[in-house]
Structures are given as structure tokens and as C-alpha cells.
């Protein structure tokens, strides 16, 4: 079972609004915003983003994602309407939000279903497959999956993402061909972590230890080579994993 973040719902809402729109909702942030004393520093923690990232909605020079949106107007007591404002069309954009709200409920309770944790979560892009050449994933940006992960679990959400696991290299440590890992590319790997790392043009899913000789990377299987540090650079450590059911 996999779940869309949304897309058909923001690209009608891209139809309708322009550049100039998503200046207007950066004003109503802001002018909420200082109405309430609030800092940019004080909403990037609410949406777990950082300042400079927050402050690009506010500016318009960024679109900002309806989830994100959410958690501003639920944070301030208001109607997505309240953003979006009474002159873009508003029927229209009324009844894009009420399927959205209502696709937001039905997703909330799915995944009630299948998180086994409590609390806030998030969703990261699955931006390609891994064994993989380098580089051969998508941009965050133009990811069309996207799959829950606990925010306790990622260090900073700019720094996460999603990829579907091919073959059995770590079979060993309960990962799966077909599974969905979540990587972290911001958390500095400790041994036994499983990490994704850089070999000349592949990327592979390994195991971090160190010994004498100093850190290197095992498979958790059989049959393929250690990688010392001079051979392989990391780009992430695995923070969690998400699997289909059959």
C-alpha cells in the first residue's frame, strides 16, 4: 500500500493560482504571523523546516506545500480559506481543499493502520531505487511517492528521503527486496548502522563498522566485498523502513 502526498489536489491549485498568488499567501503568512508576535524561527518549528526555508513562503519565491499550509492555519486557529484568500476563484479552490481535508482524514486514519508509533510524522519522497548508478534518482522536487516517517526518526526533513530497497545485501538485518528505507543524509553514522554509501558510480546499501584498519562497510550477507572508508563515501543512514503489505 503506498500513499500520494497530495499531487492531483496541488497541481488544480497550481492551475489556478499564479506567481503573483503565492505572494499574496506569503503576505497573509507573514502579516499573521507578526500580528502574533510569532518569529520565523518560532512556524519553521511547528512545520519542522528551517528559517530560511520558511522565510522563501513568505516571500512567495517557494511554493508552499498544503500539508505545510495546514499546520499553519490549525496552528493560528484559521481556515486554509484564510490564506488563500476570497479573490482566486474561491468555489473552486473551496471545494480543491474540502477533497483535500477529506483525502487528509482518510490517510489519517490508514495510517493509524500501518505506523506503529505515536505522534507527528511526515513524508518523504521515494526518489529512486537502490542498488542504483550514480546519479540516477529523481530531485526531492519531482517525486510523485511519498511515504510516512515518524519526525523523531530525521534529523532535518530537507535531509530525508525515500528508496525502494533491490535484492538482499542486508538481508541479514531484516531488509527486504521491495521495501521502502528512509534515509537520513544529515545523521553521522555509528557502527552497525545500516548506511547508504557512494562506490565510484554505484550506490549501495551497507553495513558501518570500524575496526584496527579504521571504518569500513559489510554487507549483511554473504558473498559481497568489504568496502574501507577510501573506497566508499556515505550519503545516509537508514532511520527507519516502511513494507507493503502482501
Known amino acids: 500500500m503506498k500513499f500520494l502526498c497530495y499531487n492531483d489536489t496541488w497541481r488544480e491549485l497550481n492551475g489556478i493560482m499564479e506567481r503573483d498568488q503565492y505572494r499574496a499567501i506569503g503576505g497573509r503568512l507573514r502579516a499573521i504571523r507578526e ?85 507527528q510524522w511526515v513524508w518523504l519522497p521515494l526518489v529512486g531505487t537502490l542498488p542504483a548508478r550514480y546519479p540516477e534518482w529523481l530531485d526531492p522536487e519531482e517525486a510523485e511517492e511519498f511515504y510516512p516517517c515518524s519526525v523523531e526518526q530525521v534529523k532535518k526533513r530537507d535531509g530525508a528521503y525515500a528508496l525502494r530497497v533491490k535484492g538482499d545485501s542486508v538481508i541479514e538485518r531484516r531488509i527486504l527486496d521491495g521495501d521502502i528505507i528512509f534515509v537520513d543524509s544529515k545523521r553521522q553514522a555509528q557502527p552497525g548502522d545500516v548506511v547508504v554509501a557512494r562506490k565510484d558510480d554505484e550506490v549501495v546499501l551497507r553495513i558501518y563498522n570500524q575496526d584496527a584498519k579504521g571504518p569500513y562497510l559489510q554487507a549483511g550477507n554473504q558473498g559481497y566485498p568489504i568496502l574501507r572508508s577510501k573506497d566508499a563515501r556515505i550519503l545516509g543512514v537508514v532511520v527507519g523502513l516502511y513494507r507493503e503489505k502482501a
Open 35 to 119: 500580528g502574533s508576535g510569532d518569529t520565523q524561527e518560532d512556524i519553521a518549528r511547528v512545520l519542522g523546516i528551517t528559517r530560511k526555508a520558511y522565510g522563501m513562503y513568505e516571500s512567495g519565491k517557494r511554493r508552499i506545500d498544503l500539508n505545510d499550509l495546514k499546520l499553519i492555519a490549525d496552528h493560528y486557529g484559521v481556515s486554509l480559506v484564510y490564506f488563500l484568500g476570497e479573490d482566486i476563484e474561491t468555489n473552486r479552490i473551496q471545494a480543491a481543499l474540502r477533497r483535500a481535508t477529506q483525502t487528509l482524514e482518510e490517510t489519517r486514519k490508514r495510517l493509524e493502520e500501518v505506523i506503529p508509533y505515536p505522534g
